[in-house]
């Protein structure tokens, strides 16, 4: 059985996304409900050419529902992270469920660093640039950024800097 020197798992708590969140949910549910109300209560046509209220409900229910998908979506992702003797895992369920696996003879170094997610990343989630690598950036702005033999980089975003560094030091030294 496998013992962990350090497990994390990280939500996306930006409290700015989630205002994004909701107002994209409630820009469309407002116009879709007040078009149907414009259409069968008011019994005025809504906009230039209007859509039938069937068509405004199919419409709206649809929008509201893939908006709410993707608020789900969001509410779920995880950035878990374990660390062992045998190597780094790492996942981020429900977009990356399989836990991918670097084994300590694959790191060339490794660092904990601060780094600005959205100048160097754009973002935060699941990230690729050229000349920064590959990032798993759940919040904050302190990673592992490891430097592997094969000449890429991989930045793993933490919130226990300290506990993280003691780990990949004891996997990397046994």
């Not at 013992?3 to 994390?8: M, N, P, T």
């Not at 509201?64 to 878990?80: D, E, Q």
């Not at 000449?151 to 996997?171: E, P, W």
């Amino acid at each position: 059985m496998e013992i962990f020197l350090f497990k994390e798992e990280q939500r996306h708590n930006q409290w700015w996304l989630w205002v994004i969140l909701i107002i994209s949910l409630l820009a469309v549910l407002i116009p879709f409900s007040y078009g149907i109300y414009s259409q069968e209560v008011l019994d005025k046509p809504f906009g230039d050419n209007p859509m039938s209220t069937e068509g405004l409900i199919v419409t709206g229910i649809f929008s509201v529902l893939l908006m709410g998908f993707i608020v789900f979506i969001v509410a779920r992702l995880r950035l878990k992270t374990k660390i062992s003797n045998e190597g780094i895992y790492y996942c981020y369920p429900p977009l990356f469920k399989k836990w991918k696996k670097l084994c300590p003879d694959e790191i060339e170094s490794s660092e904990i660093r601060t780094f600005n997610a959205i100048r160097e990343y754009g973002g935060y989630g699941m990230k690729r640039r050229r000349k920064y690598g590959q990032a798993f950036i759940a919040s904050g702005n302190t990673g592992l950024q490891l430097y592997l033999k094969n000449g890429k980089k991989l930045l793993i975003g933490t919130q226990r800097k300290q506990a993280i560094d003691a780990a990949i030091k004891k996997m990397m030294n046994p």
